[in-house]
Structure formats: structure tokens, C-alpha cells
């Protein structure tokens, strides 16, 4: 079987598994065991003196990000400038937060009300924690976590444990937070349980292998193992056999969002010497050539821009047919080339990853409120070297889903670049970006999603998921601040942009 579908099909069984009624809502005694196994995950970390002293220092083998030359006066006080307005921006959401949500999953940034789609462990807050350390609001992240002490982790106030979000949010947000703050876990706290639920939740590499790491109990990264040996072996059977697609459509945008980004980073997470360090790269090096063969295009579009994008391959007819669809959330996709380009030591990857995080830059910068759409289309051109605009209009031959999410995707991919190169003309990109988003989506409360940014003034939509503080608005303040504050020689982001500290 064709290895990337082979993958997607794993993922979405892994997927399936997780949010199936047996493992969300089935009999009281299976129920109370799974809730026990993320509990317990979960309620460790909050266990862990978060008093002690300062971590190693551990430099990954990899120099993941340019040499930086020293800054005129004139740049360090406009980036300072820009670092405060996203600081205030912050302090905004967090406020509004704390006063009308506290102890909720969600602010409702509109009408002042709260709601708890993911079993209302103060997702906001645990999301935020890192941010707030980053951000150098030690007392917030004092009070923060004496809060979180009120919260009973054994017991989901939902019927449905979502458990991809509840580990890329909470296990993430925690795990990230005692990495960031340098402190030190009291090991031998996490009880045992059921390693075929722990399996069931592991196709979460980064955050299993980095509770390993950091409680020295194998464990976890072993029941993870078992996953990813089974994808290789896969994809290794199907070495040099054309991608088709005959039942699925295959995209990086919804659906897919960590497992490919997944295999770069937990990579460099892992213990250089290691096989399963070796074992992530290779899956990484099968899976790029066929992204760049069947999902990256270049756009026909007006100005015609030498940029890229990442679309969805289709299945129907047989064969893979791309659909020049363009989802916001597959602007990681820069980013994860980006680091990958490192890894491969490959000038020609870094270029891909550039041109591709330029289409995501382009579609903020050119939509009537300054903000890419959460899902539209564009024509193709006919081939990479030459492409004439001979279209009217402004491009977007369709916007799908005129909405914008608070999401970060596009601004990852910019900070990456901008670590991975130390060209500052990603940080002017970056800072349009966030005038506009700022404009637009604030409220008295906090901010919110937008309905219609093809509008030059959107009205806004009483949502803000977690995402804004832990992940879109560190992206902005990393940006603009001074390149080792969470450096990424020292540091992998998840995929919802907490710092795990990298392996030697
Ligand atoms: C937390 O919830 C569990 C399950 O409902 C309950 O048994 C336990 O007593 C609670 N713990 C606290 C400290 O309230
Ligand atoms: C990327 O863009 C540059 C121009 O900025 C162009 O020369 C190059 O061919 C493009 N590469 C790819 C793979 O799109």
C-alpha cells in the first residue's frame, strides 16, 4: 500500500480509536481506569515542587537556528516597541480571562461568559502557563498554579475525554511549564496503569517521550514505541510504490495536523545515539518527497509571487489529483520543512520551506482586513519556473471558510523562519500580521474570532479558544524577542507551542 496513505489511514484509525464512543463513553469501571491513566499523567505534574532549582543546560547536537548579528539601537527599540503591544495584548485576553472564565476552558471574549469543551480543566489556564513565565508574568504564574490545585483531575466534568486535546493542551501545557520554570520533577509519582490505554493516547510522540524524560520512566515512550515501529514497518514495505489515493482525500490542513509534524521534532527530542531518533527521521525523509510531489503548488496569482503552498491531494478518480484548497491550518507546514531542512542539512528544503511560509504571508496581505481566510482556493500554475497571471480579480478564486480562528499556524511558521534564518524582514511580515489580527479581533473582554475577514471591517464571534494565549500570542512575543528566549537549539515546540527542553 502507497505509504502515505498508509499513514493517514493509521492516524485516522488512531484517531477514530480515540474519540470512539468505547473510549470516551462506554461502562463506569473502564471509564474511571481511563480517566485514571490521564489523570494520574496529569495530576503528577501538578505534584512536582515547582521550587526547585534551575535545569540543565542542554544544547541539542543540531544549531537549529541562524547566527544572529548584533541589532542597531534603532531595530532593538521597534522590536521592543512591537514585544510590548503583544505583551499589553496578552495581558488583555488574561485579564479577561481571569475575571469572567476563571477556572473554565473558555472565555467567551463577546459576551463575557465561559464555556468547557475540554472536560473543564481550566484549559485556558493550564495552555497559558508557559506564556506566562515567557512573558515574565511571575506572579500571574504563581497564582495560576495554586488555582490549578482546585482542579480534580479525576474527574472530567464531560462525558467525552477529547484525548488528542487534552494531551497536546494539558500534559503539553504542563509538561511545558516545568521546562520553561526549570524546575525539577520528585520522580516515581506516577502510578501504574494500562499500557494499552497509554498506547491508545501514545500516538502523541513528543509528549510521551518527554514524560519519560522527565519522570525516567520508560514506560511511556515504550508504549508510544510500539506505534510508531508498526508505522515504519508500513511505510518501509511500500519503499518505491506510487502514491495513489483511492479511497480518502489527503491533506496536511485538518485531520493530520501532528503526526507528520511530529516526526522532525521528535527526532530532535530524542537522545542523538538512539535507533528511534534515527527511526523518525527516516519516516520524515519517506514522507517529504511525496508532500512536495503531490501537495506543494505554485499558485497563478496577480503581482505573480514565486511562493508555495500546500494543498489537498484527492482521491476519487483513482490516481492523485490535487485540490488547490489552502487551509490555514496547514501553514505549519513552513515551519516543519523549516526544521527539517536543518536536520537534512538541505539549502533546498530551506528555500521550499521559505516559499511555502511566503504563500501563508501572502494571504494575510492580500484579503481586505489583512488576514488569511481559514480555508479558500487559488489556481495553479502550469509549471514552477514561469507562471503569468492572466486571471482577474484578486486571486482567491473561492474563500470556503471566510473565518478567522485566532490561529497560529501562519505566525509558527514565520518565527521558525525567522530563527532558522535571522533575516529580520520575517519579523516586519509578522508584525502586519499582528496589527491587523489585533484591529480586528479585540473586545473590551479580550479577543475573537472573526466572521469574515474578506470584509474590511469583520464582525466578530464570541469564541477564544486556548490556542490565542498558549500558542498564536507567544509566537508574536518570541518574534520579537531577543533570539535565546526559548531558543530552538535548546527547545521543541509541540503542536500547541509548549517548550519540551531537547535532548543532548
Ligand atoms: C476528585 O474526584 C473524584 C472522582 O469523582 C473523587 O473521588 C475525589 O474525592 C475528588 N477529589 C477531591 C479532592 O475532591
Ligand atoms: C522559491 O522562491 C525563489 C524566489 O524567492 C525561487 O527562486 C525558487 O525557485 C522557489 N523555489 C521553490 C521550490 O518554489
Not at 190 to 216: D, H, K, M, P, Y
Not at 387 to 411: H, M, N
Not at 429 to 449: L, N, Q, V, Y
Request: proline residues 5%; aromatic residues 10%; glycine residues 6%.
Amino acid at each position: 500500500m502507497p505509504h502515505v496513505e498508509v499513514l493517514q489511514r493509521a492516524r485516522g484509525r488512531l484517531r477514530a480509536a480515540l474519540n470512539h464512543p468505547s473510549f470516551s463513553s462506554s461502562s463506569l469501571g473502564q471509564k474511571r481506569m481511563r480517566f485514571i491513566v490521564i489523570a494520574a499523567v496529569v495530576l503528577s505534574f501538578i505534584l512536582f515542587s515547582f521550587h526547585s532549582h534551575r535545569s540543565e543546560s542542554s544544547v541539542g547536537r543540531y544549531r537549529i537556528q541562524a547566527p544572529f548579528r548584533p541589532e542597531s539601537q534603532t531595530a532593538e527599540s521597534v522590536r521592543l516597541q512591537r514585544r510590548t503591544a503583544v505583551k499589553s495584548a496578552f495581558q488583555h485576553a488574561w485579564t479577561g480571562y481571569k475575571q469572567k472564565a476563571w477556572l473554565h476552558d473558555e472565555l467567551l471574549p463577546v459576551s463575557g461568559g465561559y464555556k468547557d469543551p475540554f472536560v473543564g480543566w481550566a484549559a485556558t489556564l493550564v495552555d497559558s502557563l508557559d506564556t506566562l513565565w515567557i512573558m515574565g508574568f511571575k506572579d500571574e504564574f504563581d497564582g495560576a498554579l495554586e488555582a490549578i490545585e482546585q482542579i480534580n483531575f479525576s474527574k472530567p466534568n464531560a462525558e467525552r475525554v477529547p484525548a488528542f486535546e487534552v494531551t497536546i493542551r494539558y500534559l503539553g501545557g504542563l509538561l511545558g511549564a516545568w521546562d520553561i520554570s526549570g524546575h525539577r520533577v520528585e520522580t516515581g509519582k506516577i502510578a501504574s496503569e494500562n499500557g494499552v490505554v497509554l498506547a491508545q493516547i501514545g500516538s502523541l510522540s513528543l509528549e510521551f517521550i518527554r514524560l519519560s524524560q522527565v519522570t525516567g520512566d520508560a514506560k511511556y515512550a515504550d508504549a508510544i514505541q510500539k506505534i510508531t515501529d508498526q508505522l515504519a514497518q508500513t511505510q518501509n514495505n511500500c519503499k518505491g510504490e506510487r502514491l495513489s489515493f483511492s479511497s480518502r482525500d489527503f491533506t496536511l490542513g485538518a485531520f493530520a495536523d501532528s503526526l507528520y509534524e511530529y516526526l522532525p521534532k521528535t527526532h530532535l527530542i530524542l537522545p542523538s545515539f538512539s535507533s528511534a531518533a534515527q527511526q523518525y527521521l527516516e519516516m520524515y525523509r519517506i514522507a517529504l518527497p511525496s508532500f512536495s510531489k503531490h501537495l506543494f503548488f505554485r499558485p497563478s496569482l496577480p503581482g505573480e509571487p514565486d511562493i508555495l503552498y500546500s494543498g489537498n491531494a484527492n482521491a476519487n478518480s483513482g490516481s492523485a489529483r490535487l485540490d488547490t484548497q489552502i487551509q490555514h491550518l496547514s501553514c505549519f507546514v513552513g515551519g516543519m520543512v523549516g526544521l527539517g531542512a536543518k536536520i537534512s542539512n538541505s539549502p533546498t528544503e530551506l528555500e521550499t520551506a521559505i516559499n511555502l511560509t511566503n504563500g501563508c504571508v501572502w494571504a494575510y496581505e492580500n484579503t481586505p482586513s489583512g488576514i488569511m481566510p481559514e480555508i479558500f482556493h487559488v489556481e495553479q500554475c502550469a509549471d514552477l519556473s514561469s507562471c503569468t497571471w492572466k486571471g482577474q480579480g484578486d486571486g482567491f478564486t473561492r474563500v470556503d471558510d471566510r473565518s478567522y480562528q485566532l490561529r497560529p499556524e501562519a505566525i509558527e511558521s514565520v518565527f521558525v523562519m525567522y530563527r532558522r534564518t535571522g533575516d529580520p524582514s520575517w519579523q516586519e511580515k509578522g508584525w502586519r500580521m499582528f496589527e491587523a489580527i489585533e484591529k480586528h479581533s479585540r473586545t473590551d473582554i479580550a479577543h475573537a474570532r472573526l466572521d469574515d475577514v474578506m470584509d474590511p471591517t469583520p464582525g466578530k464571534t464570541d469564541s477564544m479558544e486556548s490556542f490565542w494565549l498558549a500558542e498564536t500570542l507567544k509566537y508574536f512575543y518570541l518574534l520579537f524577542s531577543e533570539p535565546d528566549l526559548v531558543s530552538l537549539d535548546e527547545y521543541v515546540l509541540n503542536t500547541e507551542a509548549h517548550p519540551f527542553r531537547r535532548g543532548a
